[in-house]
């Protein structure tokens, strides 16, 4: 166990609907990072976020949004679905203090989203 | 443009055998940390071993150690006395610098690792 939680753990929405992911970091992380995991894609960079600011951009669509809260939790907002949407999401927690890079990321377990 | 590449999608191993996972990577910056994860069928991510780009030796953790060859910019991935529940799908990231105070990790593609009884 990573310390990092998820829910859901499995959605199953339809396209054009919008969903909410929600990540909680391990105890003391400041950073959150978010990435998709798709057949197509593979594992892709969408956004980290350290103290409740946005750090860093990869690969996230316009139609993705992301936000950290006060209390540290994360949300990625996923809206107009799409069937290419379809993967698993994962968000990783790390202490995170600027100018580190071996700072480890611990993963949490992945939401699985289903596009119908 | 940053880049990581594995190219051995899948590799057989026998019991109790060394093997050695392919990585190669492609950045313009000097500052960077190379890591290696590993995805067991189950789906979680397990973190494994970590490099830096200014480290002077290679990094070990266990039975896993990283040859790192910079001038080569080759991270490869050692697993020694390969056990059967190293089976899994093993991800090479490179982690850089990406603006205002964060980090971009980029994935390669992944190599899947069967190990033989």
């Known amino acids: 166990d990573s310390g990092v939680t998820q829910t859901p753990k499995h959605l199953i929405t339809a396209t054009g609907q919008r969903v909410t992911l929600r990540c909680s970091p391990r105890s003391g992380d400041l950073s959150v990072y978010w990435y998709q995991q798709s057949l197509d894609q593979g594992l892709q960079f969408l956004i980290q976020y350290y103290n409740g600011e946005e750090r860093a951009k990869g690969n996230i669509l316009e139609r993705f949004s992301a936000q950290q809260f006060p209390d540290l939790h994360s949300e990625l907002n996923l809206s107009s679905l799409e069937l290419g949407d379809s993967a698993l999401y994962f968000c990783a927690s790390s202490v995170g203090t600027s100018g580190s890079l071996d700072n480890e990321q611990f993963f949490g377990p992945g939401t699985r989203l289903t596009v119908l | ?117």
């Open chain 2, 1 to 117: 443009a940053q880049k990581i590449t594995q190219t051995q999608p899948g590799m057989f191993v026998q019991e109790k055998e060394a093997v050695t996972l392919d990585c190669t990577y492609d950045t313009s910056d000097p500052s960077y940390g190379l890591f290696w994860y590993k995805q067991p069928s189950s789906g979680e991510m397990i973190f494994l071993i970590y490099q830096g780009s200014y480290d002077q030796q290679n990094a070990t953790e266990g039975r896993y150690s990283l040859n790192f060859q910079k001038a080569r910019k080759s991270a490869n991935l050692v697993i020694s006395a390969s056990q059967l529940g190293d089976s899994a799908m093993y991800f090479c990231a490179m982690r850089e610098a990406g603006g205002t105070g964060g980090f971009k990790t980029i994935f390669g593609a992944g190599t899947r690792l069967f190990v033989k009884a």
